[in-house]
């Protein structure tokens, strides 16, 4: 299967209309960025980078970008009822926004996208200040949320033009978060091949893996997840879609309270799971419970030999998964909001490039205990 992945990624490269460098940052819209930017910051390690609002002459926002490894988060808050964001927080609540991707050439990214269909979002605007130029633009994706293309060759400054650089005397130690690994997308009823062929068309992305509802079920649930990945592997877009089950499912809870299709978790990557996962707990990071002690007890049968000592796997409740190449670590937050809705996934790589499909029974049912507190299983 990964031989597979190989090929149709390098046939891929050759034609891909839409090369990208990686994903640039992830921007949240969020009731009160202040407090959400210290969250990141104390929670999970993050440091502040840049800063607009106001100050910079920004009137109808302010936007906190947090920065650890190569993960950029944009927190962004509206300053007066009247505006399209305080609009998206009112109906989805605190959430993802806009999946903004690292290109050379955003005009070109904007003309290729949209002329196979993409819905325009921003046309190619070039941002200008004493550091040079950035040009952005955007199509919209599942839901209302966005792809930014972000040209940022001619650009030195902290982060974009209308941001000033920032620094704080608080400043925790980072966690150990390296890169977004992967997104996921929650889309609604019969959705998903209508997406799937969305980035296929549209973006050149091609659909990597698929697990159907017979793979990824409960007792009680079911779920269907394809993995859209773009040219050259370094983005990497998994979409869910609900499936009928006894009761309701854990995608359909999250499109109820979302109220529409959006990001679902953002995976983010450690080269030391262990320690990574103490750290975060001992700064008040809330993880889904630990799977039963059988999962432990049939762990080393299921995935063979690993590097890692069992007692702090099991003590933290990380997961583990094998594929043809090798294996993952990982381990899923809850909610970071009161709606639940978005949530982190931590990973680690130890040469496996799927996506943990043997621990989706273990963690499915783990956020049913989950939504069954919540009374809505
Ligand atoms: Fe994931």
Not at 37 to 50: L, Q, R, S, T
Not at 52 to 79: N, W
Not at 142 to 168: I, N, Q, W
Not at 271 to 289: C, M, N, P, Q, Y
């Amino acid at each position: 299967m990964e031989a597979t992945i190989a090929r149709e990624l390098e046939a891929r490269k050759a034609t891909d209309f839409l090369p990208i460098n990686g994903t640039d940052h992830i921007e949240l819209y969020v009731g009160n960025a202040k407090q959400a930017a210290y969250f990141y910051k104390a929670a999970f390690g993050f440091h502040n980078v840049a800063y607009a609002g106001p100050e910079t002459g920004v009137r109808d926002r302010v936007s906190y970008v947090v920065q650890q490894g190569k993960i950029r988060l944009v927190l962004t808050t509206p300053l007066n009822s009247n505006s399209l964001i305080s609009e998206h927080i009112r109906k989805h609540g605190d959430g993802v926004k806009i999946l903004a991707l690292w290109v050379d050439d955003a005009t070109k990214s904007f003309q290729e996208t949209t002329k196979r269909g993409g819905k325009s979002y921003l046309e190619p605007k070039t941002l200008e200040d004493k550091d040079g130029k950035v040009v952005v633009s955007g199509i919209y994706t599942y839901g209302e949320t966005v792809h930014l293309f972000v040209e940022r060759k001619d650009y030195r400054g902290a982060f974009m033009p209308g941001f000033e650089a920032m620094s704080s005397d608080f400043q925790p130690s980072d966690t150990g978060l390296l890169y977004i690994d992967h997104c996921v997308g929650n889309v609604g009823w019969n959705r998903m091949n209508e997406t799937v062929k969305w980035y296929e068309d549209v973006m050149g992305f091609a659909n990597i893996l698929s697990f159907d509802d017979k793979q990824i079920n409960t007792e009680y649930s079911a779920l269907m997840s394809k993995v859209m990945s773009n040219g050259n592997g370094y983005v990497k877009f998994p979409i869910n879609e609900p499936a009928e089950g006894k009761k309701k499912s854990q995608i359909e809870e999250y499109l109820d309270f979302y109220e529409g299709e959006g990001v679902q978790h953002i995976a983010v990557a450690t080269h030391d799971i262990i320690k990574t996962v103490r750290e975060l707990k001992a700064r008040g990071v809330e993880f889904l419970s630990a799977p039963p002690n059988a999962y432990y007890e049939e762990l080393l049968s299921r995935v063979g030999k690993i590097d890692e000592d069992m007692k702090p796997l099991q003590e933290l409740g990380i997961l583990v998964d094998r594929d043809e190449e090798g294996y993952l670590l990982q381990i899923f937050t809850k909610p970071v909001e009161d709606r639940p809705t978005l949530f982190f996934e931590i990973i680690q790589r130890k040469g496996a490039k799927s996506f943990g499909a043997g621990n989706f029974k273990a963690l499915f049912e783990s956020i049913e205990r989950e939504q069954a507190k919540r009374g809505n299983l």
